[in-house]
Each structure stands twice: as structure tokens, then as C-alpha cells.
T-cell receptor, first 115, second 111 residues
Framework: ETGVTQTPRHLVMGMTNKKSLKCEQH?????MYWYKQSAKKPLELMFV???????ENNSVPSRFSPECPNSSHLFLHLHTLQPEDSALYLC??????????????FGPGTRLLVL | AQSVSQHNHHVILSEAASLELGCNYS??????LFWYVQYPGQHLQLLLK??????LVKGIKGFEAEFIKSKFSFNLRKPSVQWSDTAEYFC?????????FGTGTRLQVFP
């Protein structure tokens, strides 16, 4: 248990559905991240939130919409996804802000399948 | 921008064999380097990290890595692997506020 939890762990959705992924960190960290892990590709950083402010949007399509209501919670809202968006979505957090040397701690991920 | 190359995509070893997984990053300057491990069905977890100081870094479970600045490398080593080391291993470099990951190396250890 890393102190970073993600729900749901598995999600199957159609291309017209709207769903949300949730991440919660119990570590008192100040930065939170969304990553996408696809088969045979490096982990791709999607979004960075630093003290609840979005500081990085790594050219992610608008069908992915992040929300960070407070420093402990991070959401990823999904709508009109494509089959190629099927992947493992990982949340991470770190202490001291995203630009610091602090280690990132990862959640277990949400395995998403888009039909 | 930084990039990370992991040369070995899939490594198969017998227990007690020695392990070395390659990792190279694309450009120098001050770098923060990491190795993460993902055991089957589990989350990514930190194995070891290098920020500064001694270039030979000791991590958990008997792993170590050596930072060689002239070679832009941060290879992971373990003198004698165990079946429980079967996992996927990811090298990463910090670039400002981003972690840039390699594609990972899948290690299978047979008893």
C-alpha cells in the first residue's frame, strides 16, 4: 500500500459514455500526476497538478479532462473516448511540489477498456 | 527534451544468475535518475534513485545502480536474482517537473 488509491480498478466503457477516474493520496503530498501506460510504450505523463494548479498538459486530447479540487484528490473525466485510449491510467503524487527532487509514489492504476 | 532508452525488452534468467539492465538517457547536465519496479498485479514502486553524491546507489532487495555521467547511463544490477524478482523494471529521468520513463524491461526468473 503506497498511500495512493485509485478507483475504479477496472473500467469498460463505450465511445459515447462519460466516466471519471478518481485518485486519492493519503500522504500529504503537494503534487499529483496522471500517466498513461500502454502496451510496449513508455509511461506517458498526461497532467501535472502542483498545489492544486495545473502546471502541465502534455498535449493531451480534450476528451480527457482533469480536475483537482484539493491537494488530496485528483480526477480524470473521460468522454467520447476512442478504442486507442484503452490503457492503464496511473496516478502518482509527490511531496514538495512537482519541480522538487521528491520521489513520485504511484497508485495501482485503473485498467480502461474502450469499446 | 529528455528521453530514456532501455535496451533489453525481455530478459529471462535462472535463479542465482547475475542481472544487469541497461538504461541510457539522452542528454547531460544535472539529472535525477530512478528505477521503478512493477511486480505482477501490483503498483509501480521505487527501487532506487540517484540525485547526487556517490554514483553507486544501493536500493531495496539487493539492487544497485551505477550512474556513469560520461556514458549517460544508469544501469541496474543485482548479483544473484531470485524468482521473486520477476517483474517489469522501468528506468526514469526527471526533466524539470516531469518523470520521463523508458519502455520497461520485463524480467522473468525461473527456479
Amino acid at each position: 500500500e503506497t498511500g495512493v488509491t485509485q478507483t475504479p480498478r477496472h473500467l469498460v466503457m463505450g465511445m459515447t459514455n462519460k466516466k471519471s477516474l478518481k485518485c486519492e493520496q493519503h500522504l500529504g503530498h503537494n503534487a499529483m500526476y496522471w500517466y498513461k501506460q500502454s502496451a510496449k510504450k513508455p509511461l506517458e505523463l498526461m497532467f501535472v497538478y502542483n498545489f492544486k494548479e495545473q502546471t502541465e498538459n502534455n498535449s493531451v486530447p480534450s476528451r480527457f479532462s482533469p480536475e483537482c479540487p484539493n491537494s488530496s484528490h485528483l480526477f480524470l473525466h473521460l468522454h467520447t473516448l476512442q478504442p486507442e485510449d484503452s490503457a492503464l491510467y496511473l496516478c502518482a503524487s509527490s511531496q514538495g511540489g512537482a519541480g522538487s527532487q521528491e520521489t513520485q509514489y504511484f497508485g495501482p492504476g485503473t485498467r480502461l477498456l474502450v469499446l | 527534451a529528455q528521453s530514456v532508452s532501455q535496451h533489453n525488452h525481455h530478459v529471462i534468467l535462472s535463479e542465482a544468475a547475475s542481472l544487469e539492465l541497461g538504461c541510457n538517457y539522452s542528454y547531460g547536465g544535472t539529472v535525477n535518475l530512478f528505477w521503478y519496479v512493477q511486480y505482477p498485479g501490483q503498483h509501480l514502486q521505487l527501487l532506487l534513485k540517484y540525485f547526487s553524491g556517490d554514483p553507486l546507489v544501493k536500493g531495496i532487495k539487493g539492487f544497485e545502480a551505477e550512474f556513469i555521467k560520461s556514458k549517460f547511463s544508469f544501469n541496474l544490477r543485482k548479483p544473484s536474482v531470485q524468482w521473486s524478482d520477476t517483474a517489469e523494471y522501468f528506468c526514469a529521468v526527471k526533466d524539470t517537473d516531469k518523470l520521463i520513463f523508458g519502455t520497461g524491461t520485463r524480467l522473468q526468473v525461473f527456479p
